[in-house]
């Protein structure tokens, strides 16, 4: 049965990924339909955003108070009512306001299933699981495409609706599976909520909250970035500088699934210092004037070395703060991986916007530093 309960996990980390690049396919056809700035795309963005911020922030409360099966079932029915309203949404201030539930739940699922996951899995399958969320990233689009050629995007996010009504009842009916799970492990633990002050009193909270932000900022600085960069530096067209940041999340995705096996030979803090290494070697062939290919295998090698990290830190957790604490900790870390997704990568713009575009690895290079020695200075701590 334990087997079972992780069959349905991967299977929540697919459906976690599906909707994740829906907005940013559907938006140009969305634009003109709704007679809105292209801009605003930005304003449903921050409003998941947000809603997923306090989520990750209550994860730790919600999960003590109805356990991680029932935090992840309702999560996703919430995910689940949130896309089937966005595909019968008509006006932009609807998009908005089902904006909201959709951060909410999102939120919620993302932090509660790491945790449970973290404590109670090995470090390959965390870094699986989060392979499969790049699997479904990778299928939303495909799956919009799909819809836009046979109807419209209402039907893309229709069709993800479905699939995610499908895994809550899926969640739902397996409820004991996850309690059983819970009174089978050695390490449960029932502890009080943590309040956003004791978390940040901890030793060494502070420390990953750093390095979870810096790694999100990274990320998704360099997924958003990467094809600007290529176009106005290198002069690459506009459609080969778009395949390759299908690329760049094309190498997380095969990162995480080859760093599953390493991790049989590597523990956690190897595993995140050796993607730090293969993202400092990416982007100094971003900065070598080589060329526009040398820095085409910058940036690939810039996603292939971003795979462990976030899987590792998060399972790294439990060990670093005891189980009693991981809830509360990974909550806050999700919340700042959340806030380093939503600020950096506009800096970067309005730095590229005044500046140059140039800017782009050494930006990448001043945030890895960062990441690098807020997660070697929370490895000297004794928790």
């Given at each position: ?251 997380i995705t095969v990162g995480r699934g080859i760093s599953g096996f390493v991790t049989y030979k590597l523990n956690d803090k190897n ?33 292939f070395g971003c795979a462990p990290i976030y899987p590792c830190v998060i399972h790294s957790t439990p060990a670093h703060f005891g ?61």
């Amino acid at each position: 049965m334990a087997s079972f309960l992780l069959a349905i996990i991967y299977i929540s980390f697919i459906s976690l990924g599906l909707p994740d690049a829906l907005l940013g396919g559907a938006w140009p056809t969305m634009q003109k339909e709704f007679d809105v700035p292209v801009s605003y795309a930005g304003i449903i963005s921050m409003i998941i955003c947000f809603g997923t911020i306090v989520s990750s922030l209550l994860s730790d409360r919600m999960t003590k108070r109805f356990g991680t099966g029932k935090v992840t079932a309702m999560s996703v029915a919430l995910t689940a009512a949130a896309l089937f309203g966005f595909s019968l949404s008509s006006s932009f201030p609807m998009l908005c306001i089902i904006a909201i539930p959709y951060g909410l739940g999102a939120g919620g699922v993302d932090a509660s299933i790491n945790n449970y996951a973290a404590i109670h899995y090995a470090s390959r399958h965390m870094s699986w699981l989060h392979c499969m969320w790049g699997i479904g990233a990778s299928t939303g689009p495909y799956l919009l495409a799909a819809a836009m050629t046979n109807g419209s995007w209402n039907l893309g996010y229709r069709w993800v609706a479905i699939l995610q009504i499908v895994l809550t009842a899926v969640l739902f009916l397996t409820l004991p599976l996850w309690k059983e799970e819970k009174t089978n492990t050695k390490n449960s633990v029932k502890t009080k909520p943590l309040s956003i002050k004791e978390i940040f009193a901890i030793p060494g909270a502070k420390e990953v909250m750093a390095a979870f932000f810096c790694y999100c900022a990274l990320e998704s600085t360099a997924g958003l970035w990467a094809s600007s960069y290529l176009v106005m530096e290198h002069g690459v067209s506009k459609e080969t500088a778009a395949g390759l940041a299908t690329l760049f999340y094309t190498g997380i995705t095969v990162g995480r699934g080859i760093s599953g096996f390493v991790t049989y030979k590597l523990n956690d803090k190897n595993m995140i210092r050796l993607g730090q290494i293969i993202i400092a070697v990416g982007i100094s062939l971003i900065i070598l004037p080589l060329g526009e290919k040398t820095a085409m295998a910058g940036i690939v090698l810039v996603g292939f070395g971003c795979a462990p990290i976030y899987p590792c830190v998060i399972h790294s957790t439990p060990a670093h703060f005891g189980v009693d604490k991981s809830q509360a900790i990974v909550g806050v870390q999700m919340a700042c991986a959340y806030i380093g997704s939503c600020f950096m990568p506009p800096l970067f713009g309005i730095l590229a916007n005044h500046i140059s575009a140039g800017l782009l690895p050494f930006y990448l290079g001043a945030i890895l530093v960062m990441m690098f020695a807020a997660m070697e200075k929370l490895n000297k701590i004794k928790v």
